[in-house]
């Protein structure tokens, strides 16, 4: 008891939390409005806004898991090197040498929830109609978030660079060279023709642009690598601040008027 | 056929441990019910429940084959031999028909728990099933079954709120979410949820990961092609799609309207209620359709890409081996094939030897005007005629262009359910077919 009150009495301490303990009234307000991570969410709320059997908690959760494939996602980056010549091994390695063996299984199952729980999160916006206005375009933010996160999960597939790897990327990215008039295989490529000379081909059409080459392979993997540990995430990152913004902003969680 | 003995052997422990956690489960409902008034015959029937999966988990436990509860050989044999694209789509339609239909009987706790048991019963008796079990229990595909029964749960909270609501509203009662509209602190009773929510995913995962090693397979090559060779599983149902489009439609252009029509659905939907809390009958127009892309045509579709496509991309029933010598019978026909040579008894119309584009172009257009017309007629003429009979309410609120572009997704939408029936019903293959432009639809 005691030392608490010495460490909570401490210069140290209250120059970090710069509130006293919310105990009371008007300290849980103070909390709120003095807390970087809390001030995210307003200092009251309507008691149905917060009821799990309305929001389920699943932009909260998808959030969450979003930080831990972020944590977990580092971690991995310590021990795999994106190249033809060790990033199988290096997925064997962590599986077989490496101590808290788990890592891979946290990112990955963190993975497949991710997109489940997105899925429900936008499914229970759906059902209580919160798309509508006022929050028309935090939908629309939504949708690029759900994008991105199926794009995050599909990226990071390659990386272990075993058989279920390449082939599902390359199942998935033989699509793009269908792509209308910008895939050589797709319908109207005939049509970017300059001088009788094809501009599309299988070296220059849209499939070859998003693997860097012809068929997956060492540059994909370096190209996926990026795409999965920087360019995604920051997009992400960024597009979840103006999601959360936007809640606040167009008057919290969505209620009866 | 498979001997199941040393199969059942490995899995003893699993289902021995699966129906433990189902009679642990009714024990606990059973006992929650007990408390409660009036509960008392529902009390007792979980506890016998609950003891006749003890039954079930002593006889698992056991590995024999004898005593392993499964599903008899001849029934699965004849689910094999029932299931097919066909029944597979009409059974899952024909069940969300009726648990929307019937909703207010399915919200009741009781009715859904009991549903809740047949299904998880059902998947144990499946589980004894070598072929059934290898693929549902690939590691990548667990997160599908997971997926089932949180939308099933997700979908009964949301229903049983809304069928609520929808009794008030009827009454002149505002809903629900009303009555809790007194404003209490975040601190602590949102930061508190909030925390035990990320305690309890983090157990949730850690058990997982624990339980479940992640797949690693043979080192990548190029040369090897695994059959089937399938994308990640959230892609499924566009995979599926393949089966009756070409990929430049399947995989480019449908996927493209999803996102766009997804990010267009706030502005098409004019309905100002059921804004902020659970209902159906104010909204049932935009419920349906939302409801109808979500469950027939993405999520169904990915459960059949996953669980009933094999080799080849064949369809295989649940409890079928997949080979891959299994051959299925291809004999689909383009619509200008139908049309000319069928129906007409004539040759393809064929540009002459040396012909000028226009001429050929203008060959092509008359070999494909059937199917053109058809296009035509569905993309073109459907949308006004739609806007002055059953849409007309819609078109007037909603203006030209809001309407056009409603009414347009929504019969690109229909087309993949519309294909499919063509395909079931006349073999159609395509209904145009320019392989001169890569074009086929
Ligand atoms: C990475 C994925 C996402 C994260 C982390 C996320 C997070 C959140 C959080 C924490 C909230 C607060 C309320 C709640 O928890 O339900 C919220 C609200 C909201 N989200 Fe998301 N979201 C994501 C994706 C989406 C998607 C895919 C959509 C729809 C297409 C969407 C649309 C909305 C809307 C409209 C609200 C306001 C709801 C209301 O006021 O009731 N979000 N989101």
Redesign the pocket.
């Known amino acids: 008891m005691a030392i608490g009150e010495t460490i909570r009495n401490s210069q140290i301490w209250k120059s970090i939390f710069r509130h006293p303990m919310p105990l009371d009234r008007r300290n849980r307000i103070v909390v709120m409005l003095t807390n970087f991570f809390l001030h995210l969410h307003p200092v009251s709320i309507k008691k149905q806004g917060i009821a799990l059997s309305f ?6 959760v ?2 969450f898991l ?1 930080l831990v494939e972020t944590v977990t996602g580092v971690l991995l980056m310590f021990y795999y090197r994106p190249t033809l010549e060790w990033a199988y091994n290096d997925i064997l390695a962590l599986r077989d040498v490496t101590s808290l063996g788990i890592l891979r299984e946290l990112h990955r199952w963190g993975a497949h929830a ?1 997109v489940i729980t ?1 899925w429900l ?2 499914y ?2 759906f059902l ?1 109609g ?2 509508k206005p006022p ?1 028309e375009f ?2 629309v ?3 690029i ?2 994008l ?2 199926l794009l995050l999960s599909f990226t990071g597939y390659l990386l272990p660079w075993d058989q279920l790897a390449i082939w599902a990327i390359t199942v998935g990215s033989n699509m793009a060279r269908a792509t209308p008039i910008l895939g050589y295989e797709g319908p109207g490529q005939q049509l970017l023709t300059i001088g009788g000379i094809d501009m599309i081909t299988d070296g220059s059409d849209a499939r070859f642009g998003l693997l860097g080459a012809r068929f997956v392979g060492e540059e994909t993997l370096n190209r996926f690598y990026v795409l999965h540990c920087i360019a995604i995430p920051l997009a ?1 990152a960024l597009l ?1 601040a103006i ?2 913004w936007r ?1 606040r902003k ?1 008057g ?3 209620g009866p008027l | 056929m498979h001997s199941n003995g040393l199969f059942l052997k490995d899995v003893a422990g699993f289902l021995g441990s699966y129906y433990t956690g189902l009679a642990v489960m009714n024990a606990v409902a059973a006992l929650i019910l007990w408390r409660k008034k009036g509960q008392f015959g529902w009390a007792v029937t979980w506890a016998v429940f609950a003891g006749a999966m003890m039954i079930l988990a002593s006889l698992a436990l056991s590995g024999s084959e004898s005593l392993v509860p499964g599903l008899p050989l001849a029934a699965r044999n004849l689910v094999n031999k029932l299931s097919g694209p066909v029944l597979y789509t009409l059974g899952t339609t024909a069940l969300f028909t009726i648990l929307f239909v019937f909703r207010k009987f399915f919200v009741q706790p009781m009715a859904a728990w009991m549903v809740f048991n047949l299904a998880l019963v059902l998947m144990g008796l499946s589980m004894a099933d070598a072929n059934f079990a290898s693929i549902v229990m690939k590691p990548d595909n667990v997160p599908i079954v997971g997926l089932v029964f949180l939308l099933a749960f997700f979908t009964w909270v949301a229903t049983k709120q809304a069928v609520v609501n929808d009794e008030r509203i009827k009454q002149g009662l505002p809903p629900m979410e009303k009555l809790d509209d007194e404003k209490v602190l975040v601190w602590p009773d949102l930061v508190y949820t909030e925390l035990i929510c990320m305690v309890a995913v983090s157990a949730f995962l850690l058990v997982w990961a624990i339980f479940l090693p992640a797949p690693l397979e043979e080192p990548a090559s190029s040369v090897k092609t695994p059959n089937p060779s399938k994308a990640p599983w959230y892609f499924l149902g566009l995979q599926e799609m393949l089966v009756y489009f070409d990929p430049w439609y399947a995989g480019v252009v449908l996927p493209s309207l999803v996102v766009f029509g ?1 990010m267009a659905m706030p502005y098409l939907d004019f309905n100002k209620k059921g804004n ?1 809390y659970y209902s159906i009958e104010e909204r049932k127009f935009s419920y349906l359709v939302y409801q109808f892309g979500f469950f027939e045509l993405w999520i169904t579709l990915i459960i059949l890409g996953t669980f009933l496509r094999g080799p080849n991309w064949n369809f295989y029933g649940p409890f079928e081996y997949w080979t891959p010598y299994k051959v299925e019978v291809l004999n689909n026909v383009d619509l200008p094939q139908m049309f000319w040579v069928n129906l007409l008894d004539r040759p393809l119309p064929r540009a002459p030897q040396g012909a000028g584009t226009l001429v050929q172009i203008g060959t092509i257009l008359l070999r494909e005007a059937p199917g053109l017309a058809l296009l035509g007629a569905y993309l073109v003429l459907l949308p006004p005629l739609l806007a002055v009979t059953v849409f007309r309410g819609f078109y007037a609120r909603m203006g030209f262009i809001r309407y056009m572009i409603m009414a347009n997704l929504m019969l690109l939408m229909l087309s993949l359910p519309l294909k499919m029936i063509l395909r079931w019903t006349l073999n159609l293959k395509y209904l145009v077919s320019i392989p001169e432009f890569s074009l086929n639809f």
């Open positions: 929001t389920w908690c699943m932009g909260g998808t959030f979003f991710m997105t999160h936008m229970r916006v209580t919160s798309y929050r935090n939908w933010i939504g949708v978030l759900l991105l996160t992400t979840l999601h959360f809640v167009d919290g969680i969505s | 997804l902020g």
